[in-house]
C-alpha cells in the first residue's frame, strides 16, 4: 500500500461537536449525566462517553425519572419532552442544533399561522428518525412525513403544501419531490416549499466524491443509523464502486486490500476522528 489518506472535511460537524462539548463539560462538573437516545449515531464515540459516566436513556425512562440532569442531543426533541421533562424536575442541559432548532421554529410560526383544514405541512425526511420526530412534533403530530418520490401520492395536491425538510437529506432529491410536487398541485392551490436541508453535509458532497474517486478503494466509517452516513455512502458508491461501509477497524476484510495502491478513509458527521486514525493504523498494519 503507498498511501493511506484521511479525508480532512470528514468528522464531526458543529452540531456534533457542540454537543459532546456540552456533555463533556457536564460530566465534569457531575458524573451522574443522561442522554435521551444515543449522543451521537456512532456506538464507538457512545462507548468513550459512557466511560465518563454518560447513560443513554429513552422516552419511556424519562417519564419515569425525577430530578436528574437529561441532556438533549443535536437532533432535537418535540415540546413534549420539555414537558415530561418540565413535570419531573428534570434539569435539561438543551445541546439541540441551532440549525434544527432554527427549523423547528420555522416549521411551528407556519403551522399556527395556516388554515388548518385547506392546509398541510409536509416533511421531506426518515420517518421515526429522531429529529423527524422533533418536527413532527411541532405541529401537534399532523405534519405528513415522505421520505421518497413514490409517497407523493399521500398528499392531497387540492390542498396548499408547505413543504420543508430533514436538516440531512439530499438536495437532489428534494429538488426531485420539490418538482414533483410542482407538476401536480391543483390550479388554486397555494405551494411553498423550504429549503432546510443543513449545508454541513450538502457542502462536503462534491469533495467526497473529488476524495473518493481518486482512491483505489474507500473505507466509509459510519455507524448504520447515521442519516447523512447514508447521503454521503452513497456519493462514495457513484464516486467510487470499490467503497465499503465499516463501523470499526474490525470490519476490514484483508482481501479488499490486495492490489490497492491508495486507501481513502472517510465518514459522516458522527464519525469522530480518532475512529478513522484508528481505521488507518489497523491498514497500515494489514
Ligand atoms: S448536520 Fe447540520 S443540522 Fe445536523 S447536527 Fe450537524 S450542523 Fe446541526
Redesign the pocket.
Known amino acids: 500500500m503507498k498511501t493511506v489518506e484521511i479525508d480532512e472535511g470528514s468528522g464531526f460537524?458543529?452540531?456534533?461537536v457542540n454537543?459532546i462539548q456540552s456533555a463533556e463539560k457536564e460530566l465534569a462538573a457531575d458524573k451522574e449525566l443522561y442522554c435521551l437516545g444515543d449522543i451521537v449515531h456512532n456506538s464507538q464515540e457512545v462507548a468513550r462517553l459512557q466511560e465518563k459516566g454518560l447513560r443513554t436513556i429513552n422516552h419511556e425512562d424519562l417519564k419515569n425519572m425525577h430530578n436528574k440532569r437529561v441532556l438533549l442531543r443535536?437532533?432535537g426533541e418535540p415540546p413534549s419532552t420539555y414537558e415530561t421533562a418540565g413535570q419531573n424536575a428534570i434539569r435539561i442541559i438543551d445541546a439541540t442544533?441551532?440549525?434544527?432548532l432554527q427549523l423547528q421554529r420555522k416549521i411551528l410560526k407556519h403551522y399556527k399561522e395556516i388554515d388548518p383544514v385547506n392546509s398541510r405541512i409536509v416533511i421531506f425526511g426518515k420517518i421515526g428518525h429522531a429529529?423527524v420526530n422533533g418536527l413532527v412534533g411541532q405541529t401537534a403530530g399532523k405534519a405528513i412525513v415522505i421520505e421518497k418520490i413514490a409517497d407523493l401520492d399521500l398528499l392531497d395536491f387540492s390542498k396548499n403544501i408547505y413543504l420543508f425538510s430533514q436538516?440531512?437529506m439530499s438536495v437532489h432529491d428534494f429538488k426531485e419531490i420539490v418538482a414533483g410536487i410542482q407538476t401536480r398541485i391543483h390550479k388554486g392551490s397555494d405551494f411553498r416549499y423550504f429549503d432546510t436541508i443543513?449545508?454541513?453535509?450538502a457542502n462536503r458532497i462534491p469533495h467526497i466524491r473529488e476524495f473518493a474517486a481518486r482512491h483505489d478503494l474507500i473505507l466509509f466509517v459510519a455507524g448504520e443509523k447515521s442519516s447523512?452516513g447514508k447521503v454521503l455512502l452513497g456519493e462514495c458508491i457513484k464516486a467510487n464502486a470499490n467503497t465499503y461501509l465499516i463501523a470499526s477497524p474490525d470490519d476490514i476484510h484483508p482481501q479488499w486490500l490486495e492490489n490497492v495502491e491508495s486507501a481513502g478513509i472517510c465518514g459522516a458527521?458522527s464519525t469522530p476522528k480518532w475512529l478513522m486514525e484508528d481505521v488507518a493504523r489497523k491498514i497500515e498494519l494489514l
Open positions: 460537524c458543529f452540531g456534533v454537543a443535536a437532533h442544533c441551532p440549525v434544527v429529529e436538516t440531512t443543513c449545508r454541513q453535509v447523512n458527521t
